[in-house]
C-alpha cells in the first residue's frame, strides 16, 4: 500500500495546481447546501410532515454529491497528465497497473467524500436553525447508510470508469463528457426513491451495495486489462 499511498498524494498535490479543478469541487457542494437550505428555509410554515418530506427531497442532493465531486478530478487523472507530460516518468516506475488505478480512483474520492459529508453536517446544522428541530423520521437509518455507507462505493464506481474512459482518449474535455455515464447507477435509486416504487429499507440499501461493489471489482479488473502502458507512451506523442 505504500505505493497506493505515494499515488493518491500525487494526486493531491496535482489537484491542489489546477485552478478549474479546484473550483468546480468547491463549488458544486457550497452551491447544492445553498439551494438545500432555501428549500427548508421556504417551507418552514409547512406542517411537520410536510417539512419532513421536503427535508428527504433534500437528502437526495447529498447522496448524489460524492458521485459528481470527484469526476473533475478522475476525468484528468491519466489524459491530463499526458498533457501535461507528467505520466510518462510515472509509467516508468514500477509500479503496478492495479496499484496506479487504485491510488488514482482514491484521489478523487476521498475529497469527494469528505466535502460531501462536510456539506450534509453544514445542511443539518442550518436545517435545525431554521426548523427548531429536524422532523422525526428524516434521518432514518436506510437513509444514513445510503449517504455515508452506499456513496462511497457509488463514487468508486464513477471514477473507475472516467478513468477508463481517461485513459482510452487523448483530450480531457471529452474524457469528461463521456465520464458523465457514470453517474447513471447513483440515479437509479434516486428515481427509485423519488418514485416510491419500494421502501427505503435497509433490504434495498443492501441489495444496491451487492450490486455496487460487484461492479467496483469488474470495472477495476476491466480498467487494468485496457490498460496498456507501452500504447500511451507510443500513441500520444
Known amino acids: 500500500m505504500p505505493r497506493v ?37 421556504q417551507g418552514k410554515a409547512l406542517p411537520e410532515e410536510a417539512r419532513a418530506a421536503l427535508l428527504n427531497t433534500s ?39 492495479w496499484e496506479l488505478f487504485l491510488g488514482k480512483a482514491l484521489g ?33 437509518l436506510p437513509w444514513l447508510l445510503s449517504i455515508f455507507a452506499l456513496a462511497p462505493f457509488l463514487a468508486l464506481f464513477a471514477v473507475f470508469v472516467t478513468m477508463i474512459v481517461s485513459s482510452r482518449t487523448t483530450d480531457v474535455r471529452a474524457a469528461y463528457q463521456f465520464s458523465s455515464l457514470a453517474v447513471l447507477p447513483a440515479l437509479i435509486p434516486l428515481l427509485v426513491y423519488i418514485g416510491r416504487l419500494t421502501a427505503v429499507n435497509l433490504t434495498f440499501v443492501g441489495i444496491e451495495a451487492g450490486i455496487v461493489v460487484s461492479l467496483n471489482v469488474a470495472t477495476l479488473y476491466i480498467a487494468v486489462k485496457l490498460f496498456r502502458r507501452e500504447e500511451i507512451l507510443t500513441r500520444w506523442k
Open 5 to 41: 499511498k505515494a499515488i493518491l498524494l500525487k494526486e493531491w498535490a496535482e489537484a491542489i495546481r489546477i485552478k478549474m479543478v479546484l473550483f468546480s469541487v468547491a463549488f458544486l457542494p457550497l452551491f447544492m447546501t445553498g439551494f438545500a437550505t432555501y428549500l427548508v428555509w
Open 59 to 97: 437528502l437526495m442532493y447529498f447522496f448524489i454529491l460524492p458521485v459528481v465531486i470527484p469526476l473533475s478530478i478522475a476525468a484528468y487523472s491519466i489524459v491530463g497528465e499526458k498533457e501535461q507530460g507528467t505520466l510518462e516518468p510515472l509509467l516508468a516506475t514500477p509500479i503496478r497497473d
Open 108 to 140: 478523487p474520492v476521498v475529497p469527494g467524500l469528505i466535502l460531501s459529508w462536510g456539506a450534509f453536517g453544514l445542511f443539518l446544522l442550518a436545517a435545525k436553525v431554521i426548523l427548531g428541530a429536524i422532523p422525526k423520521g428524516v434521518l432514518s
